[in-house]
């Protein structure tokens, strides 16, 4: 199997994306998506992004590596009653089943990012996105002091070292990276704008609670702890992590999370 999709298909996605319901939904809200526009969420996962698209009347189409999120995702669309909204199974480096010049708007958030050949990823955006339409990319910043980006250091820290070639995928949350690679992609430089932007998981459960999630079901927490188990570092890293959710929640109720985490959020014009 793509390694890839065995790390997304490994756990399940949509415990966590249930607390991202509501920044998927305010990003959106932000992106000026009018009726019958045609909009493409590549690494849409269950649909946090997807869904609420939809519901401002563009038609969407999701496309996920892990084929769980894809189920997950169009009986999400079927329950909403959202015909133009369908998820189908995909990879980022190769959107082979997607015609060029096809949508009006590409999405993703935190998807693509962690698919492999990132130069490949921004070609194959640009190569599906019509001209005049936009790419909008929601990436997580490499030495970040929020949530995600320390929790995949401190993972980083207690898993094998990745194999030689690897490209880390926070590489997309430096601006000269994202410029060089749609710049390689035929976009130049003047037609990509950043903005920092934050990302609130919010969920009605305590942060011990919230951690099991990640713990359960993120592919890379999950390769984490079960590389601790094997080193004898499970509790170690435990702690590190609860310190790390404790510190972080700025929910004034014990049983109520509320964590921002800071993004780059990459607008690039076709």
Same mark, same amino acid.
């Given at each position: ?6 790390? %997304?298909? /490994? ?22 998506? +009018?009726?019958?526009?045609? *909009?493409?969420?590549?690494? @849409?996962?269950?649909? +946090? +992004? ?12 999701? *496309? ?5 999120? *894809?189920?997950?995702?169009? /009986? ?8 133009? @909204? ?30 492999? /050949?990132?130069?490949?990823?921004? /070609? ?15 990436? %997580?910043?490499?030495?970040?002091? $929020? ?16 194999? #030689? ?6 590489? %997309?949350?430096? #601006? ?18 950043? #903005?920092?932007? +934050?990302? =609130? ?19 890379? $927490? ?17 702690? #590190? ?15 109520? $999370?509320?964590?921002?985490? =800071?993004?780059?959020?990459? $607008? *690039?014009?076709?």
């Amino acid at each position: 199997m793509n390694p890839n999709q065995e790390l %997304w298909e /490994k756990g399940d996605f949509t415990r966590l994306a249930e607390t991202m319901r509501e920044s998927g939904a305010a990003l959106i809200a932000k992106l000026d998506i +009018t009726k019958g526009l045609n *909009v493409l969420d590549l690494g @849409c996962g269950d649909g +946090t +992004t997807a869904i609420p698209a939809a519901k401002s009347g563009a038609n969407v189409t999701g *496309v996920d590596i892990a084929r769980n999120l *894809v189920e997950a995702g169009n /009986k999400r669309a079927q329950s909403e009653g959202l015909l133009n @909204c369908t998820f189908q199974h995909g990879d980022a480096t190769n959107l082979s089943q997607l015609n060029d010049q096809t949508f009006d708007l590409v999405i993703s958030i935190f998807g693509a990012m962690f698919a492999p /050949k990132p130069e490949e990823v921004a /070609k194959e955006m640009v190569r599906v996105t019509r001209p005049g339409g936009r790419i909008v990319m929601g990436n %997580w910043i490499p030495g970040d002091p $929020t949530l995600v980006a320390q929790i995949l250091r401190i993972s980083s820290a207690y898993t094998p070292a990745p194999p #030689e070639g690897f490209i880390s995928p926070m590489l %997309w949350g430096v #601006e000269s990276q994202v410029i060089e690679r749609f710049g390689q992609a035929g976009v130049p430089k003047e037609n990509i704008s950043f #903005e920092r932007a +934050t990302y =609130t998981f919010q969920a009605p459960i305590a942060t011990s609670e919230f951690l099991a999630r990640f713990k359960n079901y993120y592919g890379p $927490t999950m390769n984490a702890f079960a590389a601790a188990e094997r080193n004898g570092k499970a509790q170690e890293l435990q702690r #590190e992590l609860e310190d790390l959710f404790a510190s972080q929640n700025q929910s004034a109720s014990e049983n109520t $999370t509320s964590i921002p985490a =800071t993004y780059l959020q990459v $607008t *690039v014009k076709r």
